[in-house]
């Protein structure tokens, strides 16, 4: 079965990076892309953006360009997310999500907690 | 970049009642829409796709409609799982966007 494991929660200072990771299991990891959402405390889902794990291909939302990285080590089928110059405003559950060939998201990752906080 | 606005914002229904919730885009996304379930502290789960087509395990209470700019989310018979935020996203382009969310609560 399709399992998404994410790394666990972090506490970061404004200014720092964070890198979050999301472990697949069950599929074929190359065959799919894989996206990054993050949700801030009580608010709504905010797409972040993808990277195919068979090319290293990348979108990216507007606002996180120049400010995200998304990586893939297929040997261990996981994907990273890192995102630098991290502010009060990055404060949020990250998850990733799997991209179904026909584009819509159908597994998703637990969610990682990440606290910006001085 | 493609606008979604869900409408309500939130909403309060019974045990029963059949629930409907909308979802327009800024453009065109033909069918290429998904509605997510999420309930507080948990993944967003996968409803329902291309506008009308239900996921695997869902059940048939809920089902969707529209195309072009303006869709629907209806849940029949409304039970106590159900009580949840739900969110639409359009996926015909390179970005996807959400609505910003419906939260179904108990009357």
């Known amino acids: 079965q399709v399992q998404l494991v994410q790394s666990g929660a972090e506490v970061k200072r404004p200014g720092a990076s964070v890198k979050v990771s999301c472990k697949a299991s069950?599929?074929?990891?190359?065959?799919?892309?894989m996206h990054w959402v993050r949700q801030a405390p009580g608010q709504g889902l905010e797409w972040v953006g993808r990277?195919?794990?068979?090319?290293?291909?990348?979108n990216f939302a507007k606002k996180f360009q120049g400010r995200v990285t998304m990586t893939t080590d297929t040997a261990i089928t996981t994907v990273y997310m890192e995102l630098s110059s991290l502010t009060s405003d990055d404060t949020a559950v990250y998850f990733c999500?799997?991209?179904?060939?026909?584009?819509?998201?159908?597994?998703w990752g637990q969610g990682t907690l990440v606290t910006v906080s001085s | 970049d493609i606008q979604m606005t869900q409408s309500p914002s939130t909403l309060s229904a019974s045990v029963g009642d059949r629930v409907t919730i909308t979802c327009r885009a800024s453009?065109?996304?033909?069918?290429?829409l998904a509605w997510y379930q999420q309930k507080p502290g948990k993944a967003p789960k996968l409803l329902i796709y291309?506008?009308?087509t239900l996921h695997t395990g869902v059940p048939s209470r809920f089902s969707g409609s529209g195309s072009g700019t303006e869709f629907t989310l209806t849940i029949t018979s409304l039970q106590p799982d159900d009580f949840a935020t739900y969110y639409c996203?359009?996926?015909?382009?390179?970005?996807?966007?959400f609505g910003q969310g419906t939260k179904v609560e108990i009357k």
């Open positions: 990277i195919s794990p068979s090319s290293g291909a990348t």
């Open positions: 291309k506008a009308s």
């Open positions: 996203q359009p996926y015909n382009t390179f970005s996807w966007t």
């Open positions: 453009q065109s996304v033909s069918s290429w």
């Open positions: 999500a799997r991209e179904e060939t026909r584009r819509f998201f159908d597994y």
């Open positions: 069950g599929y074929t990891f190359t065959g799919n892309y």
